[in-house]
């Protein structure tokens, strides 16, 4: 099985910064992609980055140009540097995996972190 822990929400003023971070454990040779959602209170779970193990990104386009999504394969973990905050960027935002290599299994499957709360005050 496979593990994500996220760290690096909290509460932070308009125009500030946040960087999170999501290590994956549990026997893992190599992660396809790897990525971060968000879920906004009364709102539906969206895509904010991900970025697939040859290093193709996609961003939504609220993140693009204040965020930037990083991962190193050797420690299984994905970053997000998270600039310019604004109140809307307010969630919780979920850690992201898909296509996980172990030792003897591929799973072709979404993991998801516990999630982390980011608020942004105005």
């Known amino acids: 099985q496979v593990q994500l822990v996220e760290s690096g929400g909290g509460l932070v003023q308009a125009g500030g910064s946040l960087r999170l971070s999501c290590a994956a454990s549990?026997?893992?040779?190599?992660?396809?992609?790897m990525g971060w959602y968000r879920q906004a209170p009364g709102k539906q779970r969206e895509l904010v980055a991900s970025i697939t193990r040859g290093g193709i990104i996609n961003y939504a386009d609220s993140v693009k140009g204040r965020f930037t999504i990083s991962r190193d394969n050797a420690k299984n973990t994905v970053y997000l540097q998270m600039n310019s905050l604004a109140p809307e960027d307010t969630a919780v935002y979920y850690c992201?995996?898909?296509?996980?290599?172990?030792?003897?299994?591929?799973?072709?499957?979404?993991?998801w972190g516990q999630g982390t709360q980011v608020t942004v005050s105005s």
């Open positions: 549990g026997s893992i040779l190599s992660i396809n992609t």
């Open positions: 992201n995996v898909r296509g996980v290599a172990t030792l003897t299994v591929f799973y072709d499957v979404d993991y």
